[in-house]
C-alpha cells in the first residue's frame, strides 16, 4: 500500500469525526476541549485498527454494529440537547459544549472510530506496516477533529445563537442517517 493510497484511507477514516466536530464546535466549546477531543480521537484511531488487526473480522463485525448503533443513538441525543440548549439558553457567556465527562468523550471517539477497527483487519492482510498505518491514520483523524471542532467553533460565533440549533440538527440528522 503506498503512502497515498494509506492517506486516502485515513482521510475517509477522519471524515466522521471531522464532521461530527463541525456540528460540535457550533455548540460552543474551550481550547482545552478541542484538545481533549483531537487527542482522544486521535489515540482511538491509532488503537483501533491494531485492536481489529489481532481482534479479527468476527469481533470487528459484531462489536462494530453495536457501537454503530450506540454511536448513532448518542449523535441524536446530543443534537436534541443542543437543539433543547437553544430553546432554554443559559448563560450566554458559558460554552455549552455537553460531552462533560469521561465517559460522554470516550464513547464519542469510540463511535467516529468504530470503522478503523474493520479498517484493521483489512490492514493485517495487506502490505503494509500496521505500525506505520496505525500512526498515519490516528494522525489525520486527530488533525481533522481539531479542524472540525475549530471551524465549527467559528462557524458558531459568525452565526451567533442559531449556531447551537444548526449544530444540533447536524448531529441529530447524521445520527438518524446512521441509524437507517
Not at 104 to 122: H, I, K, Q
Not at 149 to 157: A, E, F, H, P, S
Not at 162 to 168: D, F, M, N, Q, S
Amino acid at each position: 500500500m503506498s503512502l497515498l493510497t494509506l492517506l486516502a484511507l485515513a482521510m475517509a477514516l477522519g471524515t466522521d469525526a471531522f464532521s461530527l466536530c463541525i456540528g460540535i464546535g457550533m455548540a460552543g466549546v474551550t481550547r482545552r476541549q478541542i484538545a481533549m477531543i483531537s487527542i482522544t480521537v486521535l489515540i482511538f484511531h491509532i488503537f483501533m485498527p491494531l485492536l481489529g488487526w489481532f481482534a479479527g473480522g468476527f469481533l470487528g463485525s459484531k462489536v462494530g454494529q453495536a457501537a454503530s448503533i450506540v454511536g448513532a443513538l448518542l449523535l441524536i441525543f446530543l443534537g436534541g440537547k443542543m437543539i433543547w440548549d437553544t430553546l432554554k439558553p443559559g448563560d450566554e457567556n458559558e460554552p455549552r459544549f455537553i460531552i462533560t465527562n469521561t465517559g460522554g468523550l470516550l464513547l464519542l471517539s469510540a463511535s467516529v472510530s468504530m470503522d478503523a477497527l474493520s479498517v484493521g483487519f483489512t490492514l493485517g492482510t495487506q502490505q503494509v506496516s500496521l505500525l506505520m498505518a496505525s500512526g498515519v491514520i490516528g494522525l489525520v483523524a486527530g488533525i481533522m477533529t481539531f479542524a472540525g471542532l475549530t471551524l465549527g467553533k467559528y462557524v458558531g460565533g459568525w452565526i451567533g445563537e442559531r449556531a447551537e440549533l444548526v449544530g444540533g440538527l447536524i448531529l441529530a440528522g447524521i445520527g438518524i442517517k446512521l441509524i437507517f
